[in-house]
């Protein structure tokens, strides 16, 4: 936590701009030629070529963050950014001497090893920050995007599942499940605040568990994004509101895995399998991936009660994927 309160703090706006400086060579070729403007200096052997190449140095950054600003920069920030980048896998570290008369500083760029699509679809969604600080930044991002749903079942009993905002900041995406059939009681965020929703406008996919609830006002709050990104043994964490039993309120409960599979059930759904643990309360919670989108919704169980029973054949724990997800809330049924 130390090193996000560095860069998210007091270090924001620089840590902001380094990102900006080093990525710029693919995202944003307007900024890299004012780069390339401020930084070239005639009297260093093949710096033209360096800066025209995407060959970036701290020594670069600093000298264009004197001049935009005025300012110098805290030394060990930088250093800080430009790893977590690099370990990140979105800018490549060249080694001293592998650029032409580049014998005196490393260098910052890109080669065939960096997905630079994905690089590029990071920055312009503003995620880079989620994909570098990880999981522990992510679930404080979006913890108030995830809230607790209360419904009254046909008996009258009160139960729970959960929800998250969707990226257009107007919608709640949960289980079809949850809300089919039942009276939405109540909408509460982590800290129980009321959400007001529509009661006139929530759709149900005729196929698949999704439902979409509309809230009365757009929240000021972060949407999730989706992403269509459902590789096995990708990392992903699922943010949501199980029961917990003896507990005198429902929290946020958060839970790190992987994807497993994917499969098709006998009623034609596609499905993906994850090893977090889900439990009833859990339904409709968002699937978070290391860039902080969600690839899908927690679903179900998938449970015979005779093979537990008989041989401890354990439940998959299954999640819809975004792209279905993604089709509904695109769709006019």
Known sequence: MRLQEQLLGEHQEVTLEIIRFFLSPITDQKLHQKIKQICLDPEKPNHDFFLNSGGLTKRDFIC???????????????????????ENNLIRRFPIGSFLGANFEERYGFDATININFVHQLYINNLVFNYIL??????????????????????????????????KQDIIITNKHIVENHSINQIYDEENNIID??????????????????LKNKLSIEGIMPSFDLKILNQVITMGYPRIPTSKESCLVVHL?????????????????ISTRT??????????????????????????????????????????????????LSSRD
Do not use: M
């Open 64 to 86: 264009y963050w004197g001049q935009i600003k005025n300012l110098g920069t805290p030394s060990h920030i930088p250093d800080l950014v430009i790893d977590l980048l690099v």
């Open 197 to 214: 929703f529509d009661a006139d406008r929530i759709k149900l996919s005729k196929k698949d568990d999704i439902a979409l609830i509309w």
């Open 134 to 167: 990880g999981f522990d930044y992510i679930i404080q991002k979006y913890r108030k995007s995830v809230f607790k749903i209360e419904v009254i079942n046909s008996e009258g009993y009160l139960s729970l599942g959960t929800g998250f905002l969707c990226h």
């Open 257 to 273: 895995g992987e994807i497993n599979s994917t499969i098709e059930n006998f009623q034609g759904n596609k499905l993906f399998l």
């Open 279 to 328: 439990s009833p309360g859990s339904s409709g919670s968002p699937i978070l991936d290391k860039s902080g989108r969600f690839v899908g919704i927690v679903s179900e169980n998938l449970f015979e009660e005779h093979s537990f029973k008989e041989k401890g054949i354990t439940p998959y724990h299954a999640g819809i994927p975004a792209s279905l997800i993604s089709q509904f």
